[in-house]
């Protein structure tokens, strides 16, 4: 069945520092790929999404770039702020099983002055 | 336009006890989703359901659990003769049209149960 990993958190990075989660996936066919991020004590909401191979996904600085050849969407971001902190999740939906999201445990992120 | 609402946030009962969680999707939307949460890991899809009809329940445990999306109303995840692992943040999301590529899931704040 499908699957997303991520990378375990969590992960603590200075204001201004570059930030990188790694997260790969698993699926038959052809998904299209997502980062949500939670923030504390609130529900997911969509960060960015990529529907195809090589696309590349962006909102408030964030990137992930859809790798069809290593199965990988990490998500990048250039200089971090104290208001990035929040818990950060990969999913996926397969074309094949459309309609259910498959998300990665996700990754906790808290930026420090 | 007021986003996927979800009542109580917040719910406790004894083990024994039901648990009834209201969803409430966004204007326009028919198509709900429950996913659950279990502490320190992802949420897992439980069930699919479009207005009167379930549609993908392949994530929903075969016993205890039941929802329901009738024509008028909220969508209810009800969790009957409640256990300490039923403890977690259960979410809904909604969309207009069967959620895809394009057409995004929208997310509830989420119901935190916790069983005593």
């Known amino acids: 069945g499908d699957s997303v990993t991520q990378m375990e958190g969590p992960v603590t990075l200075s204001e201004e520092a570059f930030l990188t989660i790694n997260c790969t996936y698993t699926a038959t066919g052809y998904p299209s790929l997502f980062w949500y991020v939670q923030y504390p004590g609130e529900g997911l909401q969509l960060l960015l999404k990529a529907t195809k191979a090589d696309d590349k996904g962006s909102n408030k600085g964030f990137e992930a770039t859809y790798r069809k050849e290593t199965t990988s969407f990490h998500l990048e971001k250039g200089s971090v702020q104290v208001s990035d902190s929040a818990v950060y999740f990969c999913a996926l939906i397969n074309t094949g099983t459309a309609s259910k999201l498959t998300f990665g445990t996700g990754t906790r992120l808290q930026v420090t002055l | 336009n007021a986003g996927v609402m979800q009542n109580p946030r917040h719910l406790v009962r004894r083990r024994g006890q039901e648990a009834r969680l209201r969803c409430s999707p966004m204007?326009?939307?028919?198509?709900v989703y429950w996913y659950r949460q279990l502490p320190e890991e992802g949420l897992k899809f439980m069930v699919y359901?479009?207005?009167?009809?379930?549609?993908?329940e392949s994530g929903m445990p075969k016993e205890r659990f039941s929802a329901e999306f009738p024509k008028e109303g909220p969508s209810i995840l009800r969790i009957q003769q409640v256990v300490r692992g039923d403890s977690a943040a259960y979410f809904c999301?909604?969309?207009?049209?069967?959620?895809?590529?394009?057409?995004?899931?929208?997310f509830g704040p989420g119901t935190r149960l916790t069983v005593l």
């Open positions: 359901l479009q207005k009167e009809n379930i549609i993908d």
């Open positions: 999301a909604s969309s207009p049209r069967p959620a895809s590529s394009t057409d995004t899931q929208y």
């Open positions: 204007k326009g939307h028919s198509h």
